[in-house]
């Protein structure tokens, strides 16, 4: 447990250097730090029985995400699938990066990074818990902010490939939170 303390420890100090801040409650947090910590607490929810990896996994899934910013891929689809991709490799070697330099042997590493790109969705288990964990931070934190900037159409649309996305944990889970009278019928309307 002392490495998985010190990786944690690691992967925060990096993620506090996120230029961006969130407040909640009150509180304000560098971004990837704040939503690295509820990307964390939604996988202890989800399997309390989480591998080691996964905890991992769950603390540096998008490490330093700011390093390589969206504006410098070309608009539209191709784009943005093009820099999500080369995000999660960027994401998954800083991970590597870290855990080696805490003394995590290869195999956890590769399998960390396995997690972060997620490889083999819907057929790893650990994969699909986080997709799970990660569209839940996405519903509970951002999406009624998101909400005030795009059309309901593209909101519907989110919605629904959100969704498509989730196991049924997460659908369950993510019934559970709570939205913003205009979120609820956003959500409404898109499981409909």
Not at 9 to 25: C, L, V
Not at 90 to 101: R, T
Not at 139 to 146: A, K, N, T
């Amino acid at each position: 447990m002392a490495k998985l303390e010190t990786a944690f420890g690691r992967f925060d100090e990096y993620n506090k250097n996120a230029p961006e801040s969130i407040t909640w409650d009150g509180k304000q947090f560098p971004s990837e730090y704040f939503y690295a910590l509820k990307l964390y607490e939604w996988v202890i929810k989800l399997d309390g029985n989480a591998s080691e990896a996964l905890l991992l996994a769950s603390r540096s899934q998008h490490i330093g995400r700011w390093e390589i910013a969206r504006k410098t891929y070309p608009d539209g689809r191709a784009g943005y699938l093009k820099w999500r991709s080369d995000l999660s490799r960027f994401h998954a070697a800083k991970a590597g990066e870290i855990l080696q330099s805490v003394g995590y042997d290869q195999e956890m590493t590769e399998r960390v990074g396995e997690i972060i790109r997620k490889s083999k969705l819907k057929t790893d288990p650990d994969v699909q818990t986080m997709e799970n964990a990660l569209c839940l931070v996405f519903l509970e934190f951002q999406f009624d902010e998101l909400i005030e900037k795009l059309s309901e159409e593209k909101m519907i649309d989110i919605l629904r490939k959100t969704w498509a996305k989730m196991s049924e944990p997460g659908r369950e889970a993510a019934l559970s939170l709570q939205f913003s009278e205009e979120g609820t019928a956003l959500i409404n309307k898109a499981l409909s």
